[in-house]
Structures are given as C-alpha cells and as structure tokens.
C-alpha cells in the first residue's frame, strides 16, 4: 500500500471552504476522520489512494477540475517535513533538487517517481504519482506538481520562473485555465508530468538553516539511511532508468559500489530479487502509463525499455491475462 505524510494535504479543508465547498460532507464520502488534518497529526501517513479519493470527491462536490493544482501551488518546503528541512540545507538550487529526489522516500514511502536533469539551458522536474488500486486520477498528479513548484518557488524567490509545465492526461477544454493558475506555457496528455524551468536558477545560492536542525537533519538522515532497505533503493533507481539501456543489474549494483552478487544476496535477505522488482516496477509503470488513453502502446514499450511494442505486449498478458490494448480500453484514467 502507498503512503504519503498527511501534511502533503494541508490546507484540503480551508482549499475546500473556499471553492464553497462542505469539508465535513467530503471527508465522510471518503471515509476519512475530519480531524485528521490536524497539524498535530502532520506526520502521520495517509494512503495514496485515499488522498485520490478525497481530491476526486472534492473536485466533484466544488466543481473545481484544478483543485489539486490549487491546493498544491500554496505549499512550501514546510510541507515536506524533514525532507523540507534537508532540501533547505544545501548549497544551491541544484543540489536542493538533488537532495529532494534522492529524500523523497522519507516523505512520500515510495508513492511519487521523480527524475531530475538538466542542460546547457532548461532543468526539468518529473514527477509523477505511482500508480494505486482502481482508475487514477488527475487532481492526485496535479497536487504534486502544485506542490513540487511551490516548493521551487520557495527556494528561488523573486528569481522564479517557469518555462514549461508539461502534464500527463488532461481534459482539452481545462488548458486555458491551467496556463491561468500556472502563468506559463502548458502542454498536456505526455508520458509524464514535468516541470521545465531555466537553467541558471539552479545556481541560486540557499541560506543554510538554523545548526540545531542542521544537527538533527544528519542525525535523522543517518538512522533514515541504516533502515531503508536496499529493495526499496532499488525499486527508485530502477524507475528512473527504466527506458534507459542502464536499466540491468550489473548497472544498479555498481551505484551501491557492490558487484551484482552481492546486491542479489541483500536483497535476497529482504526476501526479494532483482528480477521481481523489475517486474513489479514495469507492471505498475505500465498500468500508470496505459489509464493514459493518449498514449499509445508503441510509446509506453519504449518507455519501459522493450525494443518492440509485441515484447511488451506478450510480457502484459503473461502478467495480467489481457492485451495492453484491451487493458487501456477497460481502465484509462476518469476525468
């Protein structure tokens, strides 16, 4: 089951209010206690698919198709937590991005894939919920875009500046109001959902925080680091490299500095392998990407490292019992 902290929704009930919307009578259609947004309760987890629940059944009740995005654009680093406060203590913009992507476990239990890079003149920010039980939704990946660009508008101050938002499936008649709230260039129904930004604010120079927290963030990190299993580290490795060549054992294990036997007996000791999660991430990958009903079949194979689209598509039948195509019929994503 996915899990996000409960502080990446705060703020659902005052968002709510104000779209004139009935706190109360949404959270009891999803089965969620009112009180639990209480800031006290911040750092207590949520499933992911009960916050997908909770935006759909807010979206409807308020009649706000950008509601996620809404909520998301008022947060700042706070939101994440300690991986707010470890992506505060860096040296720059850059290595904030850095160290959110290689934190994000800490906040988001393995619910939300993000890739970071950059060129000579763009940075781009993929980030993209997992896929969760039943048809997803697009106020979920909308939170975390809102999110993840407060969180850059927070660290690059009065400098920020958006060049692209490129979102996965959306509805046509919604583009206007999106380059509305977003105040830039949006391109809609892509693989996934990035932020594209200049360059140069990478370079942005971050003030360091208080030593006290800074005490406690390595404190933290380090016993974060002796827990974290290495199955999990390799599931998020192999979801950024996916379509990628790299994408192999003998690639993955080196990034431990371990050869691959020895990765494989770690992760035997968590009772896994290597090869199982690689099929765990491709089928949840390609159910993720096929709820896309713009996204063809070809586009999705190459997305997840196959050659030939027939690969991929004997691979989904011996995995669920169905083509991809007929999959994608039956299951893209509600609007």
């Known amino acids: ?43 207590k987890y949520i499933t992911l698919d009960k916050v997908a629940l909770l935006m759909r059944n807010a979206a409807t009740v308020t ?32 290595s904030a991005m850095e160290a959110l992507i290689n934190n994000l ?25 997992v896929f969760i039980s039943g048809k997803t939704n697009h106020h979920l990946a909308d939170l975390i875009v809102g999110c993840s660009i407060g969180l850059l508008k927070s660290l690059c101050g009065e400098a920020f500046k958006l060049n692209t938002i490129k979102l996965s499936e959306r509805d046509r008649d919604s583009l206007t109001q999106y380059k509305r709230l977003l105040k830039t260039e949006v391109e809609i129904n892509h693989l996934h959902n990035e932020i594209i930004f200049p360059r140069a604010l990478l ?28 199955s999990r580290r390799v599931k998020n490795i192999i979801r950024n490299m996916l379509s990628n060549s790299k994408c192999n054992i003998d690639y993955i294990s080196s990034q ?51 050659a030939e689209s027939t690969s991929f598509t004997n691979a989904f039948k011996r995995w669920f019992g169905i083509s991809p195509t007929k999959w994608q019929q039956q299951n893209h994503s509600t609007i």
């Open 203 to 230: 370079d942005i120079e971050l003030e360091g925080i208080d030593p006290q927290y800074n005490a406690l963030i390595k404190d933290y990190v380090a016993k974060s680091d002796e827990i974290t299993n290495y």
């Open 1 to 43: 089951m996915k899990h996000v902290r409960t502080a990446a929704i705060a703020g659902f009930d005052k968002t709510v209010t104000d779209l004139g919307g009935d706190f109360k009578h949404i959270c009891a259609l999803s089965s969620v206690p009112s009180d639990s947004f209480s800031p006290k309760d911040y750092d």
């Open 105 to 129: 476990h800490i906040h988001a239990q393995d619910s939300i894939a993000a890739s970071f890079r950059f060129n000579k003149k763009e940075a781009i920010l993929s980030i993209d919920p």
């Open 256 to 306: 431990f500095n371990f050869n691959k036997r020895t990765l494989n007996r770690k992760l035997a000791m968590e009772g896994t392998s290597f090869k199982y999660l690689l099929i765990e991430i491709k089928k949840e990958e390609a159910q993720k990407l096929l709820a896309n009903s713009h996204i063809s079949i070809t586009d999705v194979a190459m997305e997840l490292g196959y």
């Open 63 to 94: 009649n706000c198709y950008h509601i996620g995005l809404i909520l998301g654009m008022n947060k700042k680093a706070s939101a994440l937590g300690i991986v707010g406060l470890i992506v505060r203590d860096t040296a720059n913009v850059k």
